[in-house]
Structure formats: C-alpha cells, structure tokens
C-alpha cells in the first residue's frame, strides 16, 4: 500500500540524515522532494502545495533548526500534517434507528456490492446486528445476482424485487420487510454507471431522499486517482454522504484519493477494503495511515 509514497518520503528525509547540522536549505529541499512524492502519488497540485506549506510554517514557528532533533521533529510534523490531511480522528459510522438503514453509493465497478456484504458482515459479528442486504440495481440482473451470492457467503438474507423497476419502491418496501420481520440494519447497494450522469444521480437522489438513510457512503475505488476524487464531489453535491469507502487498497494505489478526498469534499474516510473476500475490510484510522505511509 502506497510502497511509491513511502519510499520517496523516505528518500526526502534522508537530506536531512546526511548533515551534522541541518540548515534552511536542508529543510526547504526535503519539503520540495516532499511535494514532489505528494504529486507523483497523485495528489493534487494545490492540496500538495499547500501541505508543504503548512509544514514549513510550523517548522518555523517551532524554530526546528534550533532544537536538538530537528530531522525527528520534522518527520514528526509532517506526519502530523498527514494526519490531518486524511481527516484527523477516526470517524465511526451513525447506527441510530431501527432499523438502522445505510445506502451506498458510487460508480459501477468501485465495489459497492463487495463493500455492502462486508459492512453487513463486519456489523453483524462486531455490533451484534441483524441485516438485511437490498438490491436496488433494476438493470443488471447479474448485479441482483452478485448480491444474492454475497448474501449467501455471509449468511445474511438478500431483499429483491426481480420485477419491479422503481428503486425507490424496492428500498421502501425492503425497510417495511425489515421492520417486519426483525432486521435492526438495513444495507440499499445502488445501481453505479461507468461515469457520473445526470440520470443516475437523479436516481439516487430520489432513493436517499424517499428512505432518509442514517447514512450514506459513497465507495470508490483507490486505484482511480484523481478521477475518485472528482467523482467524490459529484456525489457529494448531490448526496451530501456522510463518509468515504475506498476500496482496493491492497493494489498497487499510489494513494492520491486517500490523501485528497477528505480536502476536496470535507467528509471523513471510514472504512477501506482490502480485498476481494468478506473478511478484507478495515475501519480508517488516519493516523495508523501516516505511520504506515512513513514506515
Ligand atoms: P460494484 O459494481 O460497485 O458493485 O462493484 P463490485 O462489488 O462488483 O466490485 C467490482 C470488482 O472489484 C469485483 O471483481 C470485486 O471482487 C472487486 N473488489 C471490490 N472490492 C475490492 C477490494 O477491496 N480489493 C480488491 N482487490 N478487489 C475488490
């Protein structure tokens, strides 16, 4: 996971390893080969600028060159401002209501289907919860299908309406059939297109305003960049989600929407997946990134 990162991160403190005595010129080099890796893992130009600009302010108004380790304390800051840039605290996700009714949201492709079974398995072994999976993709049987096998694997029951094409009557109907019959968490997987469309948002955005989810969670994948990051705001307009999936970690991401999407749409990553299997998900800690991006 963001082995590029960590490596040119690595290579841009070893300026400051070299000297005895570390000067201005010293630090202003590291936060230039700093920006640089920022760029190279895609992220974006100002959100990197800025990074590096925030970390030189504090070093200043900390005097590091001053202090006995300013290498360390300069490590430590930019660390810190990592952290920051991927959202600060850990942020959980709202299980108020019953049943508790979570939509998911995204592109075709970014792993919300993966992603819903995951939460409800997640949810039903850590937070003892009885859920229900919906399937609200009224174009692709075999997305109805997917669900179902998913569903199977973690032993959870699927709500679906093969014939019915309203997705704001099947999410509807499915929280009805939950409070029927004794679901206290209700997961609605969404159709996703290939790229962001009108008609797609207006979809979903008569979903979520019929069901008035407890939350909402957009789920991109990590290997798109700066695409996850426009698509992110998209959906934000429209949805105003209340959390970030990313999904795919445990490819080969560069880590530019881990590092940006939290600056672009001010809303906290909180789960990210990592893997194919049930199993391969984790809640975010920004700080457990930083360290991990660090080494
Ligand atoms: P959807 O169209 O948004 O519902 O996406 P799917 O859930 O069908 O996922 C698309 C593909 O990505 C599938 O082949 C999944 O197995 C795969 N996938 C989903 N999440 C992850 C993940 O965290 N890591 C990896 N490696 N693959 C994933």
């Not at 979903?207 to 290997?223: G, K, N, R």
Request: with cysteine; hydrophobic share 40%.
């Amino acid at each position: 996971m963001f082995d590029n990162l960590s490596e040119k991160l690595d290579k841009a403190f070893h300026i400051l390893k070299g000297h005895g005595k570390i000067t201005e010129i010293n630090v202003a080099e590291t936060l230039k080969e700093v920006r640089r890796a920022l760029l190279d893992a895609d992220v974006n130009f100002k959100i990197a600028k800025d990074f590096t600009a925030r970390v030189r302010d504090k070093a200043i108004g900390q005097n590091v060159l001053t202090t006995l380790q300013p290498g360390q304390l300069l490590v430590k800051l930019v660390k810190d401002e990592l952290v920051d840039l991927m959202g600060g605290d850990v942020a959980g996700v709202n299980l108020s209501g019953n049943p508790t009714v979570i939509l998911m949201s995204g592109l075709q492709g970014s792993g919300k289907t993966t992603f819903s079974g995951k939460l409800a398995n997640y949810l039903k072994t850590k937070k003892n919860k009885k859920p229900l999976l919906v399937a609200c993709d009224i174009y692709r049987p075999a997305a109805i299908n997917q669900l179902h096998v998913v569903g199977k694997s973690i032993d959870v029951e699927v709500y679906s309406e093969i014939e019915n094409k309203n997705p704001v009557e099947i999410a509807q109907n499915a929280i009805k059939y939950a409070k029927a019959n004794g679901f206290n968490l209700v997961i609605v997987d969404t159709a996703g297109r290939l790229a962001v469309d009108e008609e797609m948002m207006d979809e979903i955005a008569r979903v979520h305003q019929a069901i008035q989810p407890h939350e909402t969670l957009f789920v991109v994948d990590s290997m798109t960049g700066q695409d996850a990051v426009n698509t992110a705001k998209a959906f934000n307009d429209r949805l105003n989600f209340d959390g970030v999936v990313l999904t795919k970690l445990d490819g080969d991401t560069r880590g530019g929407a881990a590092l940006s999407i939290k600056s672009v749409v001010n809303k906290p990553i909180k789960f990210i997946g990592t893997g194919e299997k049930m199993d391969a998900i984790d809640a975010f800690y920004p700080s457990r990134m930083a360290d991990r991006i660090l080494g």
